[in-house]
């Protein structure tokens, strides 16, 4: 059983930067696409963030030129660097890897983003 492992959430203030970092427990990044999901109270879950195996890139417009998602593939880890960040960016994050039948998701790591 895969298992991901987010870490790097916490506390900041607006304009702020964090870098959220994934970890899985086997080698499966590098074949994988990965994406980092979002789910705010009282919201829907929602897409951040994604990357393929080969480096290419999609962004919610929300996050479009202050989060980067980057992969190291011989670290078999996935991180988001969050910049300039907003309340509205207040949220657990999560880690995914599209799987089948079940997709892998990580445990969630809270983001907060004081004003």
């Known amino acids: 059983q895969v298992q991901l492992v987010e870490s790097g959430g916490g506390l900041v203030q607006a304009g702020g930067s964090l870098e959220l970092s994934c970890a899985a427990s086997a080698s499966i990044f590098n074949r994988n696409v990965v994406a980092w999901y979002r789910r705010a109270p009282g919201k829907q879950r929602e897409l951040v963030a994604r990357?393929?195996?080969?480096?290419?890139?999609k962004y919610a417009d929300s996050v479009k030129g202050r989060f980067t998602i980057s992969r190291d593939n011989a670290k078999d880890t996935v991180s988001l660097q969050m910049n300039s960040l907003k309340p509205e960016d207040t949220a657990v994050y999560y880690c995914?890897?599209?799987?089948?039948?079940?997709?892998?998701w990580g445990q969630g790591t809270q983001v907060t983003v004081s004003s």
């Open positions: 995914n890897v599209p799987s089948w039948p079940n997709d892998y």
């Open positions: 990357i393929t195996s080969v480096g290419s890139t």
